[in-house]
């Protein structure tokens, strides 16, 4: 189909959304929460497909933030459903997605670019980048899950840092406290990104599936006997099959 704020190429088994809306810093508003969404979906059917990657047009900006104009003359109970809506449409979808996404974030990443970056389940970054959550400037919080996903990453206090003051962190520090994976030069980035993903892409796609909903509820309490439960599963899969017989046949499997 067709988007007009981001844009979809696929590259044998990976597929990278770049969100496209230079002239605002890619900021996010509601038709590219749309769009990202409906992209996601389209690419979870896809069989090609194995790894997702989402990244920013040009070099200055992942995604600057949301799109504050839309919601400016907002009351509660229209917030509320901004808030719960982009959660539901979007950045939970992320996280729970049955192919991995990797956040290449090249440049700012601010606000609602942060909470995006932090629900793909795996994120590198360019030397250029800035991250940080400015809400409580505009006397607001974080809406679309920082304040839930960010301690899980870097811990309370650090986290409890970013939100109250509102600074920007450079990504070589995003990296230092478990915010980012990798930092690289922004002409590298993408580079990187793809290597990365075709590594991924050459695993079991049904068992990286079960690995990303069990590591999701690893700060629950479901959580180890859900990997009982996956691990047991994969056993009756054509993927462990082929798996064990290539190393015992001490080839490549071909998932």
Same mark, same amino acid.
């Given at each position: 189909?067709?988007? /007009?704020? *981001? &844009?979809?190429? @696929?590259e044998?088994?990976i #597929?990278?959304i +770049?969100?496209?809306?230079?002239?605002? &810093?890619?900021?996010?508003n509601a038709?590219?929460?749309?769009?990202? %969404?409906l992209a996601?979906?389209?690419l979870?059917?896809? $069989?090609?497909?194995?790894?997702i990657? *989402?990244?920013?047009?040009?070099? @200055? %900006?992942?995604?600057?933030?949301a799109? *504050?104009k839309?919601?400016?003359?907002?009351?509660?109970e229209k917030?509320e459903e901004?808030?719960?809506?982009?959660?539901? +449409?979007?950045?939970?979808?992320? !996280?729970?997605?049955?192919?991995?996404?990797?956040?290449?974030?090249?440049?700012?990443?601010?606000?609602?670019?942060?909470?995006?970056?932090m629900?793909?389940? *795996?994120?590198?970054? %360019?030397?250029?980048?800035?991250?940080?959550?400015?809400e409580? $400037?505009?006397?607001?919080?974080?809406?679309y899950?920082? $304040? /839930?996903? &960010?301690?899980?990453?870097?811990?309370k206090?650090?986290?409890n !840092?970013?939100?109250? #003051?509102? @600074?920007?962190?450079?990504? /070589?520090?995003?990296?230092?406290?478990?915010?980012?994976?990798e930092?690289?030069?922004i002409?590298?980035? &993408?580079?990187? $990104?793809?290597e990365?993903a075709?590594s991924?892409? #050459?695993?079991?796609?049904?068992?990286?599936?079960?690995?990303?909903?069990?590591?999701?509820l690893?700060?629950?309490?479901?959580?180890?006997? +859900?990997?009982?439960?996956?691990?047991?599963?994969l056993?009756?899969?054509?993927?462990k099959?082929?798996?064990?017989?290539?190393?015992?046949? @001490?080839?490549?499997?071909n998932?």
């Open positions: 189909m067709g988007y /007009q704020n *981001i &844009l979809l190429e @696929k044998d088994k #597929s990278i +770049t969100i496209n809306r230079p002239e605002s &810093l890619n900021a996010l038709k590219t929460i749309q769009e990202i %969404s996601l979906d389209e979870n059917s896809d $069989t090609e497909c194995r790894v990657i *989402i990244t920013g047009s040009g070099e @200055k %900006s992942f995604v600057a933030g799109d *504050i839309e919601f400016s003359d907002f009351g509660q917030a901004l808030a719960r809506n982009g959660q539901n +449409t979007l950045f939970n979808k992320i !996280e729970n997605m049955y192919k991995p996404v990797i956040a290449a974030v090249n440049g700012f990443a601010l606000g609602g670019g942060l909470e995006l970056a629900a793909c389940h *795996i994120r590198y970054a %360019s030397e250029n980048a800035k991250l940080g959550l400015p409580v $400037t505009l006397g607001l919080i974080p809406g899950g920082g $304040t /839930q996903r &960010l301690p899980k990453l870097i811990g206090g650090l986290a !840092e970013m939100i109250f #003051s509102a @600074k920007m962190i450079p990504a /070589q520090r995003a990296k230092e406290i478990g915010l980012v994976n930092v690289y030069p002409t590298e980035l &993408l580079t990187k $990104t793809k990365l075709k991924i892409a #050459s695993n079991s796609p049904m068992a990286i599936s079960k690995a990303i909903h069990a590591v999701n690893s700060d629950t309490d479901k959580g180890f006997e +859900t990997e009982i439960q996956y691990f047991g599963e056993f009756e899969l054509d993927d099959k082929e798996g064990v017989a290539a190393f015992m046949e @001490k080839r490549k499997p998932f």
